[in-house]
Structure formats: C-alpha cells, structure tokens
T-cell receptor, first 116, second 109 residues
C-alpha cells in the first residue's frame, strides 16, 4: 500500500519559533510538494521539488523554506513562525512522467499547525 | 494569472445525479484531474482527462472540453458517503498542479 506520511497530525508552536514539518513517501516518487489549505482558498502550493537537492518556489513561498536531502524525504521549515501561518499543511508526491501519473498526487494526512 | 473556477457548494439527495463544473484559465494544459477530500482527510485522486470527452469510473465520470477550457465531474447514484469537497486541478506543463478552490457537496437522505 503506497503511503505518504507526515511527522505530526497536530502541532502547536509559539510566534517566532522555528518549525520543521517532515514528509516521507515510500513510492520512489521524483516529485514532492508542500501545500497549505485554508477554508475557501483551496490548496496553495508553497514549494515543490523534482529531485534530490532541487527545489522550486510555488505560489506562496514567503516565510517558508524546504530541504530535500534524500529522495523519500521533503521537509518544510518555518524559520520564524507567525500567527498567519496557522493552517493545515499537506505534503504530496507524484511520479515524473508525461501522462496520468504526474497528475495523480498522493497526499499525506496533513499537519494542522497552530501558531500562538 | 492562472485560475480554476468551480462552485463553492452543491447539495443533492441520495440517489440523485450531480454535476460539478470547472472552468480553467492557465498558461499551459497537460490534463484536468479531480480530487475528493472528506472532512479531516487528505485529498485523494478520482480521475484524469487529457483529451476531450467523457471518462467513466464506476459511479463517477469526468468530462473535458479543451476548446471551452471546461470540464465537469458527474456523480451518479449519490450516496451519503459522497459528501465531501471536490477539487479540480490542471497540470500546467511542469509537474505541479493548479487547484480550484473546491466544491463542497452535501448529500441529504
């Protein structure tokens, strides 16, 4: 059974803290993604990665950074958490091809982050 | 800019048929997909259309018209478990997806 796992389901942090969200996939996928999901705004892409040590900014990268040291692991870092980063964070992965597979993203269960 | 438009909410009764529309405006187009997300759950992939026409998968079908930049998800024989949010998504030529803001479907008995 294919799987994307995230390090925490719920996380509470204080303003100014450094926050690490970890994502691991076991499908040997090349592509990995970090989204945040807020009511009425759908899924917004923060960062994505096509390969190890490679990263690309998504639509809302400000205040975030990422790290991909190994193919299966993609980390999202909030350098100094702020209250407007309170959200649901979703990690996803997909394989790299030109057809259906790259349209099919597999999502982790999400991390609900609250910044106080 | 790039955008996908879909209704925010749709309601229907068990056994009925419902259609969720999606219009898109993107810089590139490499397929329209649909995802389902139950409350508290992760989005899961439902369907994919690369070419014009209808794709059927059990009770769910998805349609695409590239000339109209339009697609829809058709859910037949609705069940209570179909109550969820449904997102359309377009792959824009890279391997990333652009998602719509989602349609919340409520199925009533």
């Amino acid at each position: 059974d294919v799987k994307v796992t995230q390090s925490s389901r719920y996380l509470v942090k204080r303003t100014g803290e450094k926050v690490f969200l970890e994502c691991v996939q076991d499908m040997d996928h090349e592509n990995m993604f970090w989204y945040r999901q807020d009511p009425g705004l759908g899924l917004r892409l923060i960062y994505f990665s096509y390969d190890v040590k490679m990263k690309e900014k998504g639509d809302i990268p400000e205040g975030y950074s990422v790290s991909r040291e190994k193919k299966e692991r993609f980390s999202l870092i909030l350098e100094s958490a702020s209250t407007n980063q309170t959200s649901m964070y979703l990690c996803a992965s997909s394989s790299k091809d030109s057809g259906r597979n790259s349209n099919e993203q597999f999502f982790g269960p999400g991390t609900r982050l609250t910044v106080l | 800019g790039q955008s996908l438009e879909q209704p925010s909410e749709v309601t229907a009764v068990e056994g009925a048929i419902v259609q969720i529309n999606c219009t898109y405006q993107t810089s590139g187009f490499y397929g329209l997909s649909w995802y389902q997300q139950h409350d508290g759950g992760a989005p899961t992939f439902l369907s994919y259309n690369a070419l014009d026409g209808l794709e059927e998968t059990g009770r769910f079908s998805s349609f695409l018209s590239r000339s109209d930049s339009y697609g829809y998800l058709l859910l037949q024989e609705l069940q209570m478990k179909d109550s969820a949010s449904y997102f359309c998504a377009v792959r824009d030529g890279t391997d990333k997806l652009i998602f719509g803001t989602g349609t919340r479907l409520q199925v009533f008995p």
